[in-house]
């Protein structure tokens, strides 16, 4: 698998976990003191731990095989994707300067990565 492709993964998990703790607060009906531990220890919150921990160890693969400067600045894909998420997932409505904003980030990523 190429470094690329594993920063994708990495990516994507990044926005899952999100998802998840998204989710999971939801259902939780926010955090505050009265349902810290509940929150904490429900099924969807340990989820979007797991997934960033498997974040976390694809990004040490990908760190290994690519430059940070060129790595990092292409992580913040995430961002981007992250917008689309709540547009999709969440039916989030979201306005004009933020779809704005995520093209100057994918724009910007392309020219990092071009060679």
Request: charge should be positive; charged fraction near 5%; aromatic fraction near 14%.
């Amino acid at each position: 698998m190429t470094a690329y492709l594993i920063l994708l993964f990495n990516l994507l998990l990044l926005v899952a976990g999100q998802i998840a703790w998204k989710i999971g607060l939801e259902q939780q009906g926010g955090i505050h003191i009265g349902n810290l531990f509940s929150v904490l220890f429900s099924p969807l919150i340990l989820l979007g731990i797991a997934l960033y921990a498997l974040a976390t160890g694809l990004w040490f693969v990908v760190l290994s095989r690519l430059p940070l400067s060129l790595a990092y600045p292409l992580q913040s894909l995430a961002y981007a994707v992250g917008i689309f998420a709540a547009w999709y997932v969440f039916g989030e409505i979201i306005p004009l300067n933020r779809w704005i904003g995520a093209a100057v980030i994918v724009l910007g990523a392309v020219i990092i990565a071009a060679k």
